[in-house]
C-alpha cells in the first residue's frame, strides 16, 4: 500500500522555525520527485516546492514566497523528505502536503498524504 | 507565474445531470515535446487530493469514464458526464509545465 505520512506540524509562533517530514512507502521513493503544497481556506492551494530525485542532482525549487526561508531536503536511505520552514509569519498558516510527483511525457501528482497542519500565531 | 482562472465557483449539481468546469491558464500549457501540462484533481471533504485527468485529457487509472479532459492552449474544460453523488468535492486545475506550479481557485460540486 502506498503512504505518504506528513508530521511535525503545530503550532508556532512568528518568526520561530519547523521542521515537517514526509514517510513514504510502497513506491521507489529514491526514483520519485516530492513536491509540498500548501492549503488554506482563504487562499486555497499554494505550490511551496520540491525536491527531485537523484539522478537530476536533488534539485531543488521553491515558491517566491517562501524562497530564502523554507528549505527542501531529502533522505533516501529512510524514505523520508523534509520541509524545514523558518522565519515563519501568519501567512504560513496552512495545512501542508507532501506529493510524489511523476516526472515523463507525463507530469501529475500521483500520491498525496494526508497533511498536517501548521498555525503561526503568538 | 502561470495564472490558472477556473469557473465557475460553486456547481450545484443533480444526480444524473452533467457537469462541466472550465479552466483558463495565463499562457499556453503546451511543452515543445508536444504535451499539454493540465491536471484536474478532485479533493473529496475529508481526503486528500486525487488526481482525475493528466496531460489535459487523459484519465487516470481508476477514474470512472464519466470524467472527461478536454482543450488545448490555454482552455481546457473537465466534464462529468452524469453526476453521482460521491462526486461531490472541490475540483481543481494545475499546471506543472513550469515551476512554480500553479493551481485554479477551485469549484466546489455539491449535489441539489
Redo the contacts between chains.
Sequence with gaps: EVQLVESGGGLVQPGGSLKLSCAASGFIFSDSAI?WVRQTSAT????VG?VRMKTKNYAT?Y??SVKGRFTISRDDSKNTAFLQMSSLTTEDTAVY?C?R?VEG??????Y????TPVTVSS | ?IVMTQSPLSLPVSPGEPASISCRSSQSLLHS?G?T?L?W?LQKPGQ????LI??AS?R?AGVPDRFSGSGSGIDFTLKINTVEAEDVGIY?C?Q?LQ?????G??TKVEIK
Excluded: C, I, K
Design positions: 513536491h486555497g492551494r499554494e505550490w520540491r525549487a515558491a517566491e502536503y506529493a510527483h511525457s507525463g507530469r501529475y501528482f500521483e498525496w498524504g494526508q497533511g | 507565474d515535446n504535451y501540462y491536471e484533481y486528500s487530493p486525487q488526481l493528466y496531460l487523459s487516470a481543481y494545475m506543472t515551476v512554480p506550479l500553479t493551481f481557485g477551485g
